[in-house]
């Protein structure tokens, strides 16, 4: 029998390469620092930050050009299962959970932790119902996979238009998040750097596709990491004398949680279905740290934790991922590694706020207004915190605190060198921006792939495939800049809506395609209509409070009924063909050709060579 040995397959330089990246971004780092203590300006010290690792990601990602399809959209199927988990991780963390998920620890405090379970459980929830049978299928994308898989075209291009929603509100989202962090390192408008950021990575990602963003990105989730464990490391070291900010955290908290009861802090207990995340500015803080439930209520808590894994798990920036390593074995131990980047980030986040809670206690609150220190006044010039003068000493439910500054405070508050607070921003930025590439990359190969190419019974050349997804990226990103601009939405809460559809649209029918064969491509149309449209319905009636649950859980009913949708319908329509089945069953075998390779390699074959 032939098999192909993995081992040829993956660059075994890899390693070496990124080493180099690293020691490279921690000297563009060293030098920011000798600068700044050298009286150079802060803007150009500022603009090094920002400028130094854009040209380094650019520069990856134009460097790997992509000649042929499976270059261009799975990155030659060759992978490395670290890398892979490596980009998984950073792109579904992305902003939303270095910035937004930060201050809502900072804020919120224990009641954050349902975004964190739900990101971690949507991985476990991918690596062992998805993305094993996508890998071996291989399609590219999730409605060629569903339109190959079902024997229908029109469900492979209603997917599409299906799929671009949640897609576009990430894209939103995420590049809010970029344009924020980049007008902190700039000094412009966040309108302006909305358009910058979004144009950079387009530039990054176009010339080679999945093969640019899977390198580039491997370097963004590098600097994201760097920039995060620094700061918490050094804070570490300062309160416990030990380097393990996530392990450490914990002493801080029990001395936070005492201080807290003797400063007097009320203790809420919120409604069951209430769901009070900070939203975007100026938040006061009124809860304790280690409180349960006080802003989340424990019904939400739950439902959250279930829609946020079912929206990871069925989401289309994510799942093209899988399709990129050597084979399902690899592809299988990348969500191992995925799990655990992820984890050691959503355990120095919460690190990031307690150490900035105790700070806050121990520094301001109890204070006479006039005698702040120096670092909590500089926070209130640049507008990230603000203090009611009315009273003659700081209060806790006095203070205001933006949410999305949590962060990059923290270096502020530790009296670090500005580079360091210019560094945890570049680590935010890198973040947004491979969460950006992920879903302007996966929007725009939908549109090309599907809405353009999905209709034809012949496969398209190479040259026009890639021709016609990079013509795609430049519109897509073109939309996303629109809509970072116009949409008058919180991030945080574009990012949850898209958690939302993605769990009700796509999780139901993604996991029924898998594990159910009754299902029917009647069934799963239905069931996606079905699960976009109730979320739709649902976050509607949640944001104009006409029923109790809020907008961003519409995935607790639409998730249900995409799934009962999907199955009533299959039920009363015919069965599936005796090919679907050979085809399901197939799938499910870990070895053996990519399903999706052989049936292009064959159409290939049949088709009348161009004259």
């Not at 203590?37 to 992509?66: C, K, N, Y």
Request: glycine letters at 8%; hydrophobic letters at 55%; proline letters at 6%.
């Amino acid at each position: 029998m032939a098999f192909t040995a993995r081992t040829r397959l993956v660059n075994p330089r890899l390693g070496t390469y990124f080493g180099i990246f690293a020691a490279a971004f921690a000297s563009l780092v060293l030098m920011a620092l000798m600068f700044e203590q050298l009286g150079t300006a802060d803007l150009v010290v500022r603009l090094l930050m920002f400028g130094g690792p854009m040209a380094l990601f650019a520069s990856i990602g134009l460097l790997a050009v992509a000649r042929e399809a499976s270059d261009y959209f799975a990155c030659g199927r060759r992978v490395p299962a670290f890398f892979n988990g490596l980009v998984l991780a950073i792109s579904a963390l992305g902003g939303s959970g270095f910035l937004a998920l930060t201050g809502a620890f900072f804020s919120v405090g224990f009641d954050a932790l349902c975004l964190s379970l739900g990101v971690v459980a949507g991985f476990v929830f991918m690596g062992l119902l998805l993305a094993p049978f996508l890998r071996k299928f291989g399609a590219y994308t999730i409605p060629t996979y569903l339109g190959r898989r079902f024997e229908s075209q029109l469900l492979r291009v209603i997917s599409a238009a299906v799929l671009t929603v949640p897609l576009l509100l990430l894209l939103a989202a995420e590049a809010r998040f970029a344009a924020y962090a980049a007008a902190w390192l700039t000094g412009q408008s966040e309108r302006l750097m909305a358009v910058a950021v979004v144009a950079c990575v387009a530039a990054t990602i176009i010339a080679g596709g999945m093969r640019s963003l899977t390198w580039s990105s491997s370097a963004k989730a590098i600097a994201a990491l760097f920039a995060l464990a620094v700061p918490a490391t050094i804070v570490a070291i300062l309160m416990s004398n030990l380097p393990l900010p996530q392990m450490t955290h914990g002493n801080v908290l029990r001395t936070l949680a005492r201080t807290e009861g003797v400063r007097g802090l009320p203790i809420f207990l919120a409604p069951t279905l209430a769901l009070d995340f900070p939203g975007e500015g100026l938040e006061p803080l009124a809860k304790r740290f280690i409180q349960s439930f006080g802003s989340v209520g424990s019904l939400a808590f739950t439902l959250m934790t279930l829609v946020a894994a079912a929206g990871i798990a069925s989401s289309p920036s994510l799942l093209a991922r899988p399709g990129s390593t050597p084979g399902v074995y690899e592809s299988r131990k990348s969500f191992g590694w995925a799990v655990l980047v992820c984890g050691l980030v959503l355990l120095t986040l919460p690190a990031v706020a307690v150490f900035l809670r105790a700070l806050l206690l121990d520094q301001v609150i109890g204070q006479p207004v006039d005698r702040l220190p120096a670092w909590f006044q500089s926070l209130q010039r640049v507008g990230i915190a603000r203090v009611d003068t009315t009273e003659p000493t700081v209060s806790f439910t006095s203070v205001s605190f933006e949410r999305d500054a949590a962060l990059f405070a923290l270096p502020y508050a530790a009296g670090f060198p500005q580079v360091l607070v210019y560094l945890a921003l570049a680590g935010a930025l890198a973040a947004a921006l491979a969460a950006l590439a992920a879903a302007l990359l996966s929007t725009a190969t939908i549109l090309s792939e599907d809405a353009v190419h999905g209709m034809r019974p012949e496969t398209a050349p190479d040259s026009a495939r890639i021709a016609t997804a990079r013509v795609a990226l430049v519109g897509v990103a073109a939309v996303a800049a629109w809509l970072a601009i116009a949409a008058p939405a919180d991030p945080l809460k574009l990012f949850l809506w898209s958690l939302n559809f993605s769990a009700s649209a796509a999780f139901p029918v993604l996991v029924l395609s898998v594990w159910w064969k009754r299902i029917n491509a009647w069934g799963a149309t239905m069931g996606m209509l079905t699960g976009l449209g109730v979320a739709a319905l649902a976050i509607l009636v949640g944001e104009a409070d006409a029923w109790p649950l809020p907008s961003t859980l519409a995935g607790a009913v639409g998730l249900p009924a995409g799934a009962a949708a999907a199955m009533v319908a299959s039920l009363l329509t015919p069965v599936p063909s005796r090919s679907l089945i050979n085809s399901l069953n197939e799938m499910r075998v870990p070895g053996g050709e990519t399903l999706y390779d052989r049936e292009v390699r064959l159409q290939r074959l049949k088709s009348p060579a161009p004259t």
